[in-house]
């Protein structure tokens, strides 16, 4: 990690991207005002010029990724049309491609402590990447008789949690924790055991 130099342009962007690459390295207790500052070249003066501190600066990174996100999750959905099966587990896919490909973006949502409710602008996107889990689930859920039907909340969330320990436990290179699986393999098989149990696969002859 070496220091990046802030020349010109968006200083509030160097500065997002500085707190990305300090996540990355050193996870969010990593992040402080003078180490993003000394990365984007610029003196830590300058960073309250535009973030009231530290978890303004993670919250800002959160929010990036929850755009990101909601983004990833939509066009997953969308590829997945109109099979309303292929676009839930086109949703959960694209859950493990982002938390790879962002791993900063990941770290500063989900594992920083910050709040969804930190401000406004964060809660309302993460509702927005959150809504397409539970209309995915809603389309799906809709081929399950009404009295055995979950609410598209409780089922969305269930696949939710499933993607996320998936990542957590065997995507992300977490010490002592290798799965002799790939993780998509871990991921699709488990969301297939999850849908079965709704009756929503035939059984495993």
Request: hydrophobic share 40%; net charge neutral; no cysteine.
């Amino acid at each position: 990690m070496g220091k990046r130099g802030y020349h010109h342009g968006n200083l509030r962007q160097a500065l997002v991207d500085a707190a990305l690459e300090l996540i990355e390295a050193k996870g969010p207790t990593g992040v402080t005002v003078s180490e993003a500052a000394k990365l984007a070249g610029v003196t830590p003066a300058a960073v309250y010029r535009h973030f009231g501190g530290r978890e303004d600066l993670i919250a800002e990174s959160a929010r990036q990724g929850y755009e990101i996100f909601a983004d990833v999750m939509q066009y997953a959905y969308d590829s997945g049309q109109p099979s309303a099966l292929a676009a839930f587990e086109a949703t959960g896919r694209a859950y493990l491609a982002f938390a790879r490909k962002y791993p900063g973006h990941y770290i500063s949502m989900f594992e920083s402590g910050i709040s969804v409710n930190h401000s406004p602008d964060l809660a309302a996107v993460s509702a927005r990447a959150r809504g397409v889990f539970e209309r995915a689930a809603e389309d799906l859920s809709r081929h399950i008789p009404p009295g055995k039907r979950p609410p598209a909340s409780m089922f969305s969330a269930h696949i939710w949690a499933m993607s996320h320990g998936v990542v957590e436990l065997f995507a992300r290179n977490s010490p002592g924790t290798q799965s002799p699986f790939p993780p998509e393999d871990l991921l699709e098989s488990g969301i297939g055991i999850y849908l079965r149990g709704l009756g929503l696969l035939p059984p495993d002859l």
